[in-house]
Nanobody, 123 residues
Framework: QLQLVESGGGVVQPGGSLRLSCVASGFTLDYYVILWFRQAPGKEREGVACIDCTNGMTYYKDSMKGRFTISRDNAKSTVYLQMNSLKPEDTAVYYC????????????????WGQGTQVTVSS
C-alpha cells in the first residue's frame, strides 16, 4: 500500500523549466524526509535535493542551488521539485525516496523509492 509516484517529466529545450511531483500514499508525509535523486544511462545515481517534511528544512547539492527548488504540501501529501534553466546534462530519470530521518544524498540509505519520471533536455 506504500507508494511514491513521480510525475511531471517530459522533453524540454535547454533553458526551459519543469516541475516534478512526488505523491505519497500509505503513510503520513509530514513524519518523513523525502529525497529527489536522478540517474542517467551509464551513470551513477546522483542526489539532487532533500526536504525534511517535519519542519520544512531543505538541502541541496551545490551544483543544483539557484536552479532547483524543493518544496512540499503536506495536506496534499506531495513533494515538488521545480527545475529551471535546464541543461542537457540534467537529462535523467528522476526519482523520489523516503526515510524517517535525514540520511544525506545517498539513495540507498532511504527506505523506499518510486518508479521515476523521465526528463529529457534537448534542442
Amino acid at each position: 500500500q506504500l507508494q511514491l509516484v513521480e510525475s511531471g517529466g517530459g522533453v524540454v529545450q535547454p533553458g526551459g523549466s519543469l516541475r516534478l511531483s512526488c505523491v505519497a500514499s500509505g503513510f503520513t508525509l509530514d513524519y518523513y524526509v523525502i529525497l529527489w535523486f536522478r540517474q542517467a544511462p551509464g551513470k551513477e545515481r546522483e542526489g539532487v535535493a532533500c526536504i525534511d517534511c517535519t519542519n520544512g528544512m531543505t538541502y541541496y547539492k551545490d551544483s543544483m542551488k539557484g536552479r532547483f527548488t524543493i518544496s512540499r504540501d503536506n495536506a496534499k501529501s506531495t513533494v515538488y521539485l521545480q527545475m529551471n534553466s535546464l541543461k542537457p546534462e540534467d537529462t535523467a530519470v528522476y526519482y523520489c525516496a523516503r526515510a524517517p530521518i535525514y540520511r544525506g544524498f545517498d539513495p540507498t540509505q532511504y527506505d523506499y523509492w518510486g518508479q521515476g519520471t523521465q526528463v529529457t533536455v534537448s534542442s
